[in-house]
């Protein structure tokens, strides 16, 4: 392992040419405000100014026709962004394995290759598991799903 040591904020972009390593540090003030320029990109600071991720918009409906609507990281599950931003889905396992959190997707994408529970069909037929779904866009998604799943129109 490398370590770099800067004292003052800058990019830096390093890569070791006989092995397959690199690190990306980033501060504003080598690049002028990161604030503006991560924006335009879709992008979201943290408050040290040291990662930088892509936020999507997620609209929940409820079975009721209630909506939540939160910003979502491309590195969080939406169930995680849910919770965080307030929003109570329901869930058992957190990993994939079962069919509580299920939703349908009405737009966007997701990518939820860390789900082990659907079928292809399901997922081809646009439900997903809030617990192992990533945002990949904007998504609007109907929540509370489980006996869809399982619904006549659903079988084979």
Not at 74 to 94: F, K, M, N, S, T
Not at 116 to 128: F, S
């Amino acid at each position: 392992m490398t370590t770099v040591s800067l004292t003052s904020p800058c990019v830096v972009k390093a890569a070791i040419s006989s092995r397959f390593t690199s690190a990306i540090v980033k501060a504003p003030s080598s690049l002028g405000s990161v604030n503006s320029i991560s924006e335009s990109f879709g992008l979201k600071c943290s408050s040290n100014y040291r990662t930088a991720m892509v936020m999507y918009k997620i609209k929940l409906v409820g079975p009721k026709g209630e909506v939540n609507e939160f910003e979502a990281p491309d590195d969080q599950y939406i169930l995680h962004a849910a919770e965080a931003a307030g929003v109570e889905l329901p869930y058992c396992c957190r990993a994939g394995s079962c069919s509580i959190c299920a939703g349908k997707i009405v737009s966007g994408s997701v990518d939820q290759s860390d789900g082990i529970y659907l079928e292809e069909d399901q997922i081809e037929a646009g439900y997903l598991l809030t617990c192992v779904s990533y945002p990949t866009s904007d998504c609007v998604i109907h929540t509370h799903k489980e006996l869809d799943l399982y619904a006549p129109s659903q079988q084979k």
